[in-house]
């Protein structure tokens, strides 16, 4: 069911160490400072098993009530350089995309370069888009205050 309609790509530049962005990613207690797509988003649920072949859950609630958990299996797990995950909301578990975050450091912190891929249309192409777009400005958020 999976076509190649494109990718969401985004790279970004943060002042810290990959450790940190590393943790940010794969630390439940981080991941659940700053998952979602707005500052009144409330993540209620973060499980990791970080290894390949292990899982994750991921489960948020937004203001209006509306919940949401995305689930999936780490394909590749390189600590503080790489991570490669499945991604497939609750709702639409047969919808399996890949996401791939890829940590480079640089003269004054981190570069991130994260890419989603493997969507099943363009239409869920562009929503993942403007997902992570907000997404990614809580994770600014987060590092920020670090």
Known sequence: MQTSTGEVRIVRHYAASADQIW??????Q????????????IATLAEIDLRVGGRYRI???????EQNQ?????LEV????RLVFNWAFHTTPER?????????PVADGTELTFVH????????????????RAFFQQLHHYM???
């Open 23 to 28: 943790r940010a990613w794969t630390d439940p």
């Open 30 to 41: 981080a991941l659940m400072r700053w998952f979602g797509p707005s500052p009144e988003t």
């Open 59 to 65: 489960a948020f609630q937004s203001p209006d009530g």
């Open 70 to 74: 995305v689930a999936g299996e780490y």
């Open 78 to 81: 390189q600590p503080q350089q």
């Open 96 to 104: 399996v995309s890949r996401v791939s975050i890829t940590l480079t």
């Open 117 to 132: 891929d493997r969507f099943v249309d363009s239409q869920a192409r562009d929503n993942h888009e403007r997902g992570w």
């Open 144 to 146: 920020e205050a670090l």
